[in-house]
C-alpha cells in the first residue's frame, strides 16, 4: 500500500512541485502586508498629532468628495478605534479604493495603493500573474493555481500515508532535524519534519484557498456547512430587490411628472454625509469594545477583535433623513451559514486565533514552499545514486 502512495507522493509533486513552492511563498509573503505597511509609511496611515477632538466624519468625508472628479463618489468612511490611526475614506471605485485623511487637522494624506511587491505577490497567489480575459475566455492562472493547490492535498496526504512509522524511536526522529550530519541529511529530515509540523496548517490552507478556484468545490464545501440554502435565498432576496426597485422607479418617475406641476410636499434629502457623524457617535457608546466602525449611505458596520472568523461584524441600518437606527443585525444572532463565509477568509489567511495563528501560517507557509525544493533535492539524488549503481553493474 505504501508504495502505491508513494508513486501517487512522487509523479503530483515533479509536475506540481515548483508551483506549489510559488504559491506557499506567495501567500507567506502577504501574511503580515499591512503590519508591513504601517511600519514603512507610518505618516500615511497614522495622524502626526492627537487632538482631543477630531472633525466630524460627514465634513472629512465631504472635503475628500470635493477633489474627486464626477464618476467617482465617497461610499463610507471607516474609523479605527485607535485615535492616532488617521480616517479612512472609502471611493465607489476603483475596487477598495480608499483616501486617507487626518480628522483633527482635515489633511489629505493621499490615496491608497497597494504597494507594487504585494501586488506582485497577490497575482502570483491567485494566478500566476495571469489576468482576467475580457472576452470572457478560461483564466488559465487561476486554473493552474486552483490543480496544483488539489494536488498538493494528495501530496500532503500520500506524505503522511508513506511516513507512519513502524516504531517509537521512528517516531521521535521523525520530529528532529540533524545538522552536524551533512547536508543530504538535513535536507532530508527537514522534509519530514518540516511536512509533519506543518501538515494541519497546510491541508487548512489548501481546504480553504480552493473554495477561490472552482465554484463546484466552492458549492460543495458549503453545502457541507449548510450555506447552500442560504445563498439560494441571498439569490431570491436579490432579484426581489432588484424587482421593487424598477417599480419603484417607475412610481417615482410618475410622481415626479405629477408633482413637477405642483409643489412639493416632501423636504429633501440631506447631505449623504450629514448624518455620519451622529450615526458613528451612537454606535461608539453602545460598542464600547469596537475595533473600527463603518459608516456609509444608509449602514454602518461595527467589527471587533475576536476570536475565530475576523471579519464578524454587527450591521445597523439607519434613516438618511434623521440618523436614527431603524434594524440591527448583531453577528452573534446569525446562523452558521451566514459566518462561514468569513471563517474561510479567516482560516486561509490565518487569523482566525490572532498573532498567534497568523505567524503559525506564515512559518508553515514558508516551510511549505521549501518541501517541494527538498523533495527534488532528495529525488535528484537518488536518480543518481541509483544511476550510478547501474553503471558499476554494467562494469
Not at 483633527?104 to 482576467?132: N, Q, V
Request: glycine fraction near 8%.
Amino acid at each position: 500500500m505504501k508504495k502505491i502512495f508513494r508513486q501517487i507522493h512522487l509523479w503530483l509533486s515533479i509536475p506540481f512541485g515548483l508551483i506549489i513552492t510559488v504559491i506557499c511563498f506567495s501567500g507567506a509573503a502577504l501574511v503580515f502586508e499591512n503590519e508591513i505597511m504601517e511600519l514603512c509609511r507610518h505618516d500615511f496611515y497614522y495622524v502626526s498629532k492627537v487632538e482631543e477632538t477630531p472633525l466630524p466624519a460627514g465634513e472629512l468625508a465631504q472635503k475628500v468628495a470635493a477633489t474627486l472628479p464626477d464618476s467617482i463618489s465617497v461610499t463610507g468612511i471607516s474609523i479605527s478605534s485607535d485615535p492616532a490611526k488617521a480616517y479612512q475614506v472609502n471611493l465607489s471605485k476603483p475596487r477598495r479604493a480608499s483616501v486617507y485623511i487626518d480628522q483633527y487637522t482635515g489633511e489629505i494624506k493621499g490615496k491608497y495603493e497597494r504597494a507594487p511587491f504585494f501586488t506582485t505577490m497577490f497575482k502570483l497567489h491567485r494566478w500566476l500573474l495571469d489576468s482576467m480575459k475580457p472576452d470572457g475566455g478560461i483564466f488559465w492562472g487561476k486554473m493552474i493555481v486552483g490543480v496544483s493547490t488539489l494536488m498538493f492535498i494528495f501530496v500532503l496526504i500520500s506524505g503522511i500515508i508513506i511516513w507512519i512509522p513502524r516504531s517509537a524511536k521512528a517516531l521521535k526522529n521523525s520530529f528532529k532535524i540533524s545538522v552536524n550530519k551533512g547536508w543530504k541529511r538535513f535536507w532530508y529530515d527537514l522534509h519530514i519534519a518540516g511536512g509533519l509540523y506543518t501538515f494541519i496548517f497546510l491541508l487548512a490552507l489548501s481546504l480553504t484557498g480552493l473554495t477561490w478556484s472552482f465554484s463546484w468545490y466552492r458549492t460543495g464545501f458549503f453545502k457541507v456547512f449548510g450555506v447552500e440554502m442560504q445563498e439560494k435565498r441571498d439569490m431570491i432576496e436579490k432579484e426581489r430587490s432588484e424587482k421593487e426597485g424598477e417599480n419603484r422607479k417607475g412610481r417615482n418617475q410618475r410622481k415626479g411628472e405629477t408633482q413637477s406641476l405642483l409643489p412639493s410636499q416632501f423636504s429633501p434629502l440631506p447631505s449623504p454625509y450629514a448624518l455620519w457623524q451622529k450615526v458613528y457617535e451612537q454606535l461608539k457608546v453602545q460598542n464600547p469594545d469596537y475595533k473600527q466602525i463603518t459608516v456609509s449611505n444608509g449602514t454602518a458596520n461595527v467589527s471587533f477583535n475576536r476570536f475565530g472568523n475576523q471579519r464578524a461584524s454587527d450591521r445597523y441600518s439607519f434613516n438618511p433623513r434623521n440618523g436614527e437606527i431603524t434594524e440591527t443585525t448583531l453577528y452573534k444572532d446569525l446562523d452558521n451559514s451566514s459566518k462561514i463565509r468569513g471563517w474561510i477568509f479567516s482560516v486561509h489567511v490565518g487569523s482566525w486565533g490572532g498573532m498567534f495563528t497568523r505567524i503559525l501560517s506564515f512559518i508553515a507557509s514558508l516551510l511549505g514552499a521549501t518541501l517541494p525544493l527538498t523533495g527534488y533535492y532528495l529525488w535528484i539524488k537518488k536518480e543518481i545514486a541509483r544511476s550510478a549503481r547501474k553503471k558499476r553493474k554494467r562494469g
